[in-house]
């Protein structure tokens, strides 16, 4: 079971990035996926989260109007697409997926993380 999340980089404040997190050894199609980011010195904080079906997404204050989270089950894939970045998006990003229903906020929900993909915003 394994989540493997890419996509990141440098990118100029204003600029665009989409992450992917690709799962295997199983389907994640039943669960909550969220990601959550980690910058230099600070505690991890929730980012995003859709159910397994799409129909309910929840985001940061921080990121809300900017960020839109997706998935493909087809294709075991949860997405993140992030616009008009600023310098304070700087972080390690990392997907995870919880065995719930509704969306959660509280990483401890979340059981199976991925690896984190560095993403750098340059002002």
């Known amino acids: 079971v394994q989540l493997q999340a890419s996509g990141g980089g440098l990118v100029q404040t204003g600029g665009s990035l989409r992450l992917s997190c690709a799962a295997s050894?199983?389907?994640?199609?039943?669960?909550?996926m969220g990601w959550f980011r980690q910058a230099p010195g600070k505690e991890r904080e929730f980012v995003a989260a859709?159910?397994?079906?799409?129909?309910?997404?929840g985001y940061a204050d921080s990121v809300k109007g900017r960020f839109t989270i997706s998935r493909d089950n087809a294709k075991n894939t949860v997405y993140l697409q992030m616009n008009s970045l600023k310098p304070e998006d700087t972080a390690v990003y990392y997907c995870?997926?919880?065995?719930?229903?509704?969306?959660?906020?509280?990483?401890?929900?979340?059981?199976?993380w991925g690896q984190g993909t560095e993403v750098t915003v340059s002002s």
């Open positions: 859709i159910t397994w079906n799409s129909d309910s997404t």
């Open positions: 050894g199983r389907s994640f199609s039943r669960n909550v």
């Open positions: 995870a997926a919880a065995a719930v229903r509704f969306i959660t906020v509280v990483g401890e929900s979340y059981d199976v």
